[in-house]
């Protein structure tokens, strides 16, 4: 049983620099990029959320924002004289200089270090930035950045644990993530010019090891002569557990880290959670925890999203009939306009009252994140008044999708559990996962030359007559993920038997190539990697594998035919596509080159369509 001290939520004024900006805990970051082109004035839907929005943008507001220092490799890749007058101004005085009307933002800037975006991609070349990551540069160059962007609070360079990780990997990933953070506070003591507010990265598999993660931590801080210098902790790699709904993971986690803290320190370290906020806000709050913040916001916009009011439900905006919401975003909306103006086919150039598609994108967005404001202002005032335990209860009945959370929090917290045995409330039990996927640990020491479909002999089956590629997915086997049961969903139903006579071949980002015979690999199921629009030598290796597939096989096949949307994939494909003029890639004209494509409906429409197509006339 966890011991009541660690139940002490709330505690205000924790981190003087957020409390000198008159903000109460527990606070919310939103999660933004800043750095979206040459200069401040650009970024898409980001130009509406950060600043082209008088009213309600973030940076005009004066919030405190979360960015990653990495997220310029999405924006002005290969340019560093641009990103060069970032890095000499820093950012905020860039927007102040590029931007007007002018604005006077004074809140926190929080940078994380973009460990989640190596974590696939450790071989980044920084160098044309005077930069590296590699033998060791690591921390000296993300803190680099960090201070020339401004940071006002940091997180150190960390290595984010992959759900089923090994745990030899595990450990050795987290022993590098402590070694990053006494290098950063080693170089920070020793530098009178920089003075952020320092977030030391924790990571766990579990309750044990997130425990023995802190304790080391404090071991190594004071056989550095570091045991008076100030930080927090920001708790990673929590995200795939929120996807999968492990809450008493998530809570494990939290009390292995705060369980771990000595009695002496526990009110002057503050705790921090990535990516983890919307209905969680309160039990997180409940845990202790100080601070957080949330991309799900634009996640959500970008599919299209829109979270309602009453429910906290994600609905599909192209199919809402009116606005009932009354928040600011909403107050001055227009349902119809922002529905033409997403399904409007005009690009580069206004569609609606000189506005940009990109900014009913954002309308959407800001909205979202309006709906997490407002439970975080319930729980901001339900600590206030020391009710914060009957709050998370009734926030629980809203939404009962957290039940099990709540129950399994009852089980650490006997005040809780005496409450809740008091109420008529059906606690149902932890929900188990009901995905059909083989269990087993993944790791990331797999190269491509673990898997290469072109060295092992393999020839297509006689019987496949059509080529099919699409690419792979998080889950493995991949047939069992939401993208490849759609697909094979919607194929049952237009062809019934003649699906038989499609190869499906997946596109995998680390392997290439990856016929369906071969999902049960264990090199297959083993894996775990993102393939990234900026990783061109990884784009370049699959470009040349898929090439060779089709040179060698093409003529098994009576028609090859891939269908990606998100950006890396495919650039993959056209790339083949332009050396095979026998290779179609579906859909011609994506409005986006995004996940979310993939899914809709014309998109899905236009691949059977094509399929049926080849299947009347040649077979």
């Known amino acids: 049983m966890f011991s009541a001290q660690c139940f002490k939520y709330g505690r205000i004024g924790k981190l003087d620099l957020v409390q000198s900006q008159s903000i109460q805990t527990p606070i919310l970051f939103p999660v933004v990029s800043l750095v979206t082109g040459t200069t401040a004035k650009g970024g898409g839907l980001w130009k509406y959320i950060l600043q082209a929005d008088c009213q309600n943008s973030l940076l005009r507001r004066n919030l405190p924002v979360l960015s990653q220092v990495l997220h310029f490799l999405d924006f002005i890749r290969d340019r560093p004289n641009q990103l060069n007058k970032w890095r000499s101004q820093g950012i905020i005085k860039r927007y102040h200089q590029d931007l007007s009307p002018g604005f006077d933002y004074t809140a926190p800037l929080f940078l994380d270090s973009g460990g989640f975006k190596l974590l ?28 020339d962007f401004g940071g006002q609070i940091i997180a150190t360079l960390d290595y984010p644990l992959p759900p089923k990780l090994s745990e030899i990997e595990a450990k050795e990933r987290m022993l590098k993530s402590i070694n990053n953070a006494v290098e950063t506070a080693l170089i920070l003591q020793n530098d009178s010019d920089y003075n952020p507010f320092l977030y030391v990265a924790a990571h766990g598999q579990d309750r044990t090891s997130m425990g023995n993660y802190i304790k080391s931590v404090f071991d190594k801080f004071h056989r550095e002569e570091l045991r008076n210098y100030p930080f927090g902790f920001a708790v990673g790699s929590l995200v795939p557990l929120r996807g999968a709904h492990k809450y008493s993971a998530i809570i494990n986690l939290i009390l292995g880290l705060k369980e771990n803290i000595p009695k002496e320190k526990i009110d002057r370290i503050p705790i921090h959670v990535f990516g983890i906020t919307g209905s969680l806000i309160p039990i997180l709050a409940y845990l202790g925890v100080d601070s957080f913040d949330s991309s799900s916001y634009i996640q959500e916009a970008r599919g299209l999203g829109y979270i309602e009011p009453l429910t906290g439900r994600s609905r599909p905006i192209l199919g809402m009939e009116k606005i009932t919401c009354d928040c600011c975003i909403c107050q001055n909306a227009n349902l119809k306009h922002i529905q033409d103006a997403l399904t409007s086919e005009i690009r580069g150039r206004p ?20 709906m997490d404001f407002r439970i975080l202002e319930k729980t901001q005032e339900s600590i206030k008044s020391d009710e914060l335990q009957e709050y ?51 790791s990331l020491q797999y190269t491509p030359e673990d898997f290469n479909i072109l060295t092992n002999g393999y020839n297509p089956s006689g019987h496949k007559q059509i080529l099919l590629i699409i690419p792979c997915s998080e889950n493995k086997p991949y047939s069992m993920s939401h993208s490849h049961r759609l697909i094979k969903q919607r194929l049952d139903e237009t062809f019934g038997e003649k699906t038989k006579l499609i190869h499906k071949v997946t596109l995998s980002g680390l392997y290439g190539p990856v016929p369906e ?82 899914y809709r409906p014309e998109n899905v429409a236009e691949l059977l369509q094509q399929l049926d197509l080849v299947l009347r006339e040649r077979l």
């Not at 090199?523 to 775990?528: C, P």
Request: proline residues 3%; charged residues 20%.
């Open 120 to 147: 696939w991609n450790q071989s980044i070349d920084l160098s044309a930035y005077g930069l590296s990551i590699e033998n060791g540069q690591g921390p000296q160059s993300i803190l680099q950045l960090q201070k």
């Open 351 to 370: 569609v609606h009252n000189g506005h940009y598609k990109s900014k009913y994108y954002a309308d959407i967005a800001l909205h979202n994140l309006e």
């Open 392 to 442: 998370v209860i009734e926030h629980t009945e809203k939404f009962t999708n957290l039940r099990p959370a709540l129950s399994y929090l009852g089980t650490q917290d006997d005040g809780l559990q005496k409450r809740l045995s008091r109420l008529v409330i059906s606690m149902a039990p932890p929900i188990q996962s009901q995905k059909n996927q083989l269990e087993g640990f993944v």
């Open 517 to 598: 015979e071969y999902e049960l690999e264990s090199a297959i199921l083993g894996y775990d990697f993102r393939l990234e629009r900026f990783n061109n030598a990884q784009i370049s290796l699959l470009t040349e594998r898929l090439t060779l597939y089709l040179e060698r096989y093409s003529n098994h096949y009576i028609a090859c035919i891939g269908y990606a949307t998100s950006m890396a994939y495919r650039t993959v494909l056209e790339k083949v596509a332009k050396k095979n003029a026998n290779f179609k890639v579906l859909p011609v004209k994506p409005k986006a080159r995004k996940m979310t494509e993939f």
